[in-house]
């Protein structure tokens, strides 16, 4: 038997199979979502709306091409973008009332005017710079788009990861260690992957060999590096910070032509290193996943791994070796933080980073495109905090820290559907 036996269609639902000829399939999900936003910017945009003129700045003094900054009367466009989000609620409630699914671009473009809106609902009388705000949001992104990819082959092997946020935290610490001792960054990061593939060691150790609760290990593995860098941290870095801990950080690379772009190539092709291989994680990881006999066994041992040790498939070694590089992936999320962002490792430097990442795998889909999009919300909306404390908005931050998790709620319930992970994830597999 070959691999491709494995990929066999899918059986019909039980709902498809008891469901009557010609009968209609209507979905009220999405168009109540909406419906519950476009009330909701009505309040921010009528009762609540401001007086003023907000200042979208749409380039940067050192980009090559300069873009007039966008001026736009609050008021009046709160009003206007008040009223699309009306129309495209309604739009959505006769299209599921007919049975037809609302398509994706129409809930993006919802979503689109919303965010605009309060965009410049929130910088009346101010100067929000784009870019900035673009910027931040992907640099906030990176360590978390590290952790949801370690997170998506992690599980989609069958191994539940949420030792994430221990993995970041060794990467982070060991890479400002190494770093600082070699001078040398580019040692620092295969530091960090290093310390990654260790931490899942352990949990691929217990979870597989050992058949150990996987939630469980990973907890207790959270638990113990956060103790293990605090106390080095402590006793060793904090006395002797000039020698082992002042990593040489990345210097950002500018990419010609393409960082001549507007707004685009200021965000992404002004970056350091490890942005850059991010970029390439992310590609390698979906065509990997999806397109090669790598995937394809990783993926069948993840759903079905009884049909998978059948054809010949090893499952305990595929789950062991895959959950490794799931853990190099991570540590390189945790070398961010020290070689790319802050520059130093601090005690709890993740701050909860990795259960963030594990939130952006199950909003994701367990896809590495989605999980990539996902992290990146939480990512702007962290940046996006920053800027709205920056310019003096009428937000309270600690809205604007709810806000990702909210969305998130939201989008799962109301946008993504039923959510069904991987068959076999977190199910020991006993060979019979």
């Known amino acids: 038997m070959t691999d491709t ?74 009003y206007v973008i008040a009223v699309l989000l009306v129309v495209i609620a309604v739009v959505a409630f006769l299209r599921a009332r007919s049975g037809t699914r609302v398509p994706l671009w129409l809930s993006a473009l919802f979503a689109f005017l919303l965010l605009l809106g309060f965009l410049v609902w929130a ?85 597989i060999k050992y058949l150990v609760d996987q939630v469980i290990v990973g907890v207790v593995l959270n638990v113990l590096v956060s103790g293990l860098t605090g106390f080095l941290f402590s006793v060793l870095l904090s006395p002797n910070s000039a020698a082992l801990n002042s990593p040489p950080r990345f210097a950002n690379i500018t990419i010609p032509v393409l960082s001549d772009i507007p707004i685009i190539g200021y965000v992404l092709f002004r970056q350091t290193f490890i942005v850059y291989l991010m970029y390439i994680a992310v590609i390698a990881v979906y065509i990997a996943l999806f397109h090669t006999r790598w995937g394809l066994r990783l993926r069948a041992v993840g759903e079905h791994p009884q049909a998978a040790d059948t054809v010949g498939i090893k499952v305990a070694a595929t789950r062991f070796w895959n959950v490794s590089i799931a853990g190099a992936i991570a540590g390189l999320g945790g070398a961010f933080f020290t070689l790319g962002s802050v520059g130093a490792f601090g005690k709890e430097m993740t701050a909860g980073a990795g259960f963030i990442a594990l939130a952006a795998v199950i909003f994701g889909r367990w896809d590495p495109i989605r999980a990539t999009l996902a992290a990146l919300l939480f990512g702007f909306a962290s940046s996006l905090q920053g800027v709205l404390n920056i310019i003096g908005s009428p937000v309270p931050s600690e809205f604007l820290l709810m806000l990702p998790y909210l969305v998130t709620i939201l989008a799962v319930a109301g946008f993504a559907g039923k959510v069904r992970g991987p068959a076999a994830a977190g199910k020991p597999y006993i060979k019979s």
């Open 5 to 78: 036996k494995l990929s066999t269609g899918s059986a019909p639902s039980p709902a498809g199979a008891h469901a009557k000829p010609g009968a209609v399939r209507r979905s009220y999900r999405t168009p109540i979502v909406l419906a519950a936003f476009a009330v909701a910017g009505i309040l921010l945009f009528g009762p609540f709306g401001r007086e003023g003129v907000s200042t979208l700045a749409l380039s940067t003094r050192s980009d090559a091409i300069q873009l007039t900054p966008l001026g736009l009367p609050t008021l009046a466009t709160g």
């Open 123 to 207: 910088s009346a009388d101010a100067n929000l710079p784009v870019p900035g705000l673009l910027a931040g949001a992907l640099a906030l992104s990176v360590p978390l788009i590290f952790g949801a990819l370690g997170g998506v082959i992690s599980e989609r092997v069958g191994v539940v990861n949420v030792a994430i946020e221990g993995q970041l935290l060794a990467g982070a610490f060991c890479s400002a260690l190494v770093a600082s001792i070699t001078g040398n960054p580019f040692v620092g990061l295969i530091a960090a992957m290093v310390a990654g593939v260790l931490v899942s060691f352990v949990l691929a150790a217990f979870s």
